[in-house]
């Protein structure tokens, strides 16, 4: 549960933020971007998932997909509100979001189609663990509109994880179900180190501002730290190998 006061960086104890006419500049530019950026995931992991909603091996499967589409484009949709709330420019940058397509998205993640149902899964074991973190990270913000959004999208987004934990599940240890222990490992040689990429560089100033406005609660460095020892213990429950931190890593 959140609370009205800011509980961290240089404006603790006031009254959080309720509007964007009450932020400095260099906040208000901060979030915009980070909200337009959250927003494009958000959009984007709708556009990579609708082919395998048509081409799902299972109604189960065809059923939670659909279910994670519908909650990603109401992540999206939460962000624009939030968004429009900072007026004219704002809504610009809602309208270029909606224009977007897959290889025009902000992080690499978000640009790639899958290749296969093993991808699928994989992709939302990992990937949208990334975003669970961000999210988590934003959970006590010091915007209070967005603090107060972060809840429903936290539980929301745990079962896409779990999805895609159980489907890895499935494909190695399942006979009756595609994919094998290989097809399992090669997804996650590919999306593994692409979800560590997406915390960003080490050295973000942009990160530590975030961190000093007290718009998000860790850096870079502490969730991709914390991101990895987790996913090792994921790999290994599943007797998969665990690529090094920096194994095939573009942003470090
Ligand atoms: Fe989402
Ligand atoms: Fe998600």
């Known amino acids: 549960m959140s609370t009205r006061h800011i509980k961290q960086g240089k404006f603790a104890k006031i009254r959080k933020f309720e509007t964007p006419e009450?932020?400095?500049?260099?906040?208000?530019?901060?979030?915009?971007k980070m909200l337009f950026v959250q927003a494009d995931t958000e959009f984007a992991?709708?556009?990579?998932?609708?082919?395998?909603?048509?081409?799902?091996?299972?109604?189960?499967?065809?059923?939670?997909?659909?279910?994670?589409?519908?909650?990603?484009?109401?992540?999206?949709?939460?962000?624009?509100?939030?968004?429009?709330?900072?007026?004219?420019?704002?809504?610009?940058?809602?309208?270029k979001l909606l224009a977007r397509k897959i290889g025009e998205h902000t992080l690499d993640s978000f640009n790639?189609?899958?290749?296969?149902?093993?991808?699928?899964?994989?992709?939302?074991?990992?990937?949208?663990?990334v975003g669970l973190y961000q999210l988590e990270a934003f959970g006590e913000c010091s915007y209070a509109p967005l603090a107060r959004e972060m809840p429903l999208m936290l539980n929301e987004e745990k079962l896409h994880i779990g999805f895609g934990?159980?489907?890895?599940?499935?494909?190695?240890?399942?006979?009756?179900?595609?994919?094998?222990?290989?097809?399992?490992?090669?997804?996650?040689?590919?999306?593994?180190?692409?979800?560590?990429?997406?915390?960003?560089?080490?050295?973000?100033?942009?990160?530590?501002?975030?961190?000093?406005?007290?718009?998000?609660?860790?850096?870079?460095?502490?969730?991709?730290?914390?991101?990895y020892q987790e996913a090792t213990q994921l790999c290994e429950s599943l007797d998969l190998q665990t690529p090094d931190i920096d194994e095939g890593r573009r942003i470090l």
């Open 22 to 32: 009450e932020l400095p500049e260099k906040y208000r530019n901060l979030l915009k």
């Open 45 to 95: 992991s709708v556009q990579q998932h609708l082919e395998w909603q048509q081409n799902s091996p299972s109604p189960e499967d065809k059923w939670v997909l659909s279910r994670i589409v519908a909650d990603e484009v109401r992540h999206g949709l939460t962000m624009t509100r939030l968004l429009k709330q900072f007026g004219k420019e704002g809504e610009q940058m809602v309208q």
């Open 112 to 129: 790639i189609e899958f290749e296969n149902w093993e991808s699928v899964l994989a992709f939302t074991c990992f990937v949208d663990r």
């Open 165 to 227: 934990y159980n489907g890895l599940k499935k494909v190695i240890s399942d006979d009756g179900y595609l994919g094998d222990m290989d097809s399992a490992q090669k997804a996650v040689n590919f999306w593994l180190p692409r979800a560590l990429d997406m915390f960003g560089h080490s050295k973000s100033e942009n990160a530590d501002l975030a961190v000093e406005l007290g718009i998000k609660k860790w850096n870079n460095i502490e969730m991709r730290d914390r991101y």
